[in-house]
């Protein structure tokens, strides 16, 4: 019984964990401090890496899928910010 009860506990932390998270997640994060000015610097060094790779690079379907990705690394680095600060 014991164990029973622990297992509910635990599974009920692990419940609450993952609502915070999932609240984290989906929930808006307006700017605070400086982070509007380091998305810019994200953003303007990102937009540095694309002239320099689509001036080095062949069109291709690769090269898209370098635009896309790049557009993902700016992505999840502003979320790193606006989500945990």
Not at 1 to 24: F, H, P, V, Y
Request: aromatic fraction near 8%.
């Amino acid at each position: 019984m014991n164990e029973e009860l622990a297992a509910e506990k635990l599974t009920a932390l692990q419940k609450a964990g993952t609502i915070r998270d999932l609240e984290n997640r989906f929930t808006c994060h307006p700017p605070k401090n400086n982070q509007a000015a380091r998305y810019q610097i994200i953003r303007e060094r990102a937009l540095e890496l694309a002239y320099w790779i689509n001036a080095e690079c062949p069109g291709s379907r690769e090269l898209s899928l370098a635009f896309t990705h790049l557009e993902e690394v700016v992505f999840w680095a502003n979320a790193s910010i606006a989500r945990n600060e």
